[in-house]
Nanobody, 126 residues
């Protein structure tokens, strides 16, 4: 699978963005999908994840709970990250990832054999 993330840009604090990640080469439905981010000088962190085959389980990092929503449309081979109430600390390069492992919950995905898309930059100004 190849992944293409987009939708990044500059937004003021309190604003919203939606990041799509489009897959090609194969169906996305068999993959657990995740959104990660990496801010300057910081390690890459998992922001949100959703399990394969309809996405029965989701996971959110503590810093984005209640503000971000991950969803998937397997017919369109697309995973979305809806980001609301953006804060300056959300500024980062955002990456999507596809993991083929079997996991009961999104929290349990290990992201060891993942495929990564290129990043898309989100800049939030206060």
């Amino acid at each position: 699978v190849q992944l293409q993330a987009s939708g990044g840009g500059s937004v003021q604090a309190g604003g919203s963005l939606r990041l799509p990640c489009v897959g090609s080469g194969t169906t996305l439905s068999v993959y657990n999908m995740g959104w990660f981010r990496q801010a300057p000088g910081k390690e890459r962190e998992l922001v949100a994840a959703i399990t394969s085959r309809g996405g029965g389980s989701t996971y959110y990092g503590d810093s984005v709970k209640g503000r971000f929503t991950i969803s998937r449309d397997d017919a369109k081979r697309t995973v979305y990250l809806q980001m609301n109430s953006l804060k300056s600390e959300d500024t980062a390069v955002y990456y999507c990832a596809a993991d083929p492992s079997v996991a009961d919950t999104a929290r349990a995905v290990k992201w060891i054999h993942s495929t990564w898309g290129q990043g898309t930059l989100v800049t939030v100004s206060s």
